[in-house]
């Protein structure tokens, strides 16, 4: 062999092989795409449109599921002790950022890490349910958004009771589970007494609770429900709308999502914007922000809708006052 034609070999021998190590190299030298722990205490089939909120939030920063940021979904469907694991589990994977859904879903990552940032989304005061010292200056890891729910019954109670003035009887759906069921049980008996109204707390847990105790209001002489803002009477919103109208109970619900399913009528913060905010917040951090410096978001309208289609089949007439009152009529 002629000393070029060795040179000239061995050289593309050389190249060839560096030029095949290089997209291996290349990809080795990639940062990894960071993930996101998404723990909820409800159920992925009631959760459609709060998680594409969510997903909004967090592609206003820049981040799209799947292209430059995965996520770590974990759903306890409504059984809350199996959050703590849930919440361990994600630690255990390692994820950039925690997002919960449910005070007690908070509470469990707070309890699991103290040092990956967690972003929160509730409908109660995260104040009063421990999960951070202050709105303003959250402090240590975590942060969030908050749709005060569980603070408007009073005023819920109220509308249902303009609707049906005659209803004496007014039962309260609460979730046995939920972290502020006696609290909510109590600020609900107070804001009854002052309407003159007597209440009837029930609770449900699964779905099947929730068909039995609808099936016993008429022997109760219900003549309205008002549900509480958990997420398992959002997660079963179609559920709750159908009982009611097949048993002829007005029911009042905490958000718009139950009235478009059905319900009759709600009155409460916009929770698809709350979870927006808290994707957005999670992208923020992923950038680089600390939780501690970020307030909790706070709504800054509530809107009563009103679905006259359920109303109809009902048979009830909407007042006036209350039609004008409407922020939005589903018919």
Known sequence: ?????????VGGSLVGGAAASWPRAARAQQPA??????????????????????????SETG???????????????????????LAADLVHHRVAVIATVTPVAALAAKQATTSIPIVFTTGSDPVRDGIVPSLNRPGGNITGATFFSNLLTAKRLELLHQLVPNANVIAVLLNPKNLNVELEKKETQEAARALGLQLVPVQASTERE???????????HVGGVLASGD??????RQQIAELAVRHT????????????????????????????????????????EKPSELPVQQPTKFEFVINLKTAKALGLTIPHNLLVLADEVIE
């Open 231 to 236: 997420v398992l009477f959002s997660d079963r």
């Open 1 to 9: 062999m002629r000393r070029r034609d060795f040179i000239s070999l």
């Open 33 to 58: 795409m960071p993930a996101i722990g998404y723990l909820s205490g409800g159920r992925l089939e009631g959760q459609s449109d709060t998680t594409a909120a969510f997903k909004q939030g967090l």
């Open 63 to 85: 981040y799209i599921e799947g292209k430059n940021v995965a996520i770590e979904y974990r759903w306890a469907n409504g059984q809350y002790e199996q959050l703590p694991a």
């Open 249 to 288: 109970v007005p029911t009042c619900f905490a958000g718009r999502l139950q009235v478009v399913a059905g319900g009759l009528m709600s009155y409460g913060a916009r929770n698809t914007d709350t979870f927006r905010q808290a994707g957005n917040y999670v992208g923020r951090i992923l950038k680089g």
């Open 210 to 220: 929730i068909d039995d105790l609808f099936a016993n209001l008429a022997q109760q």
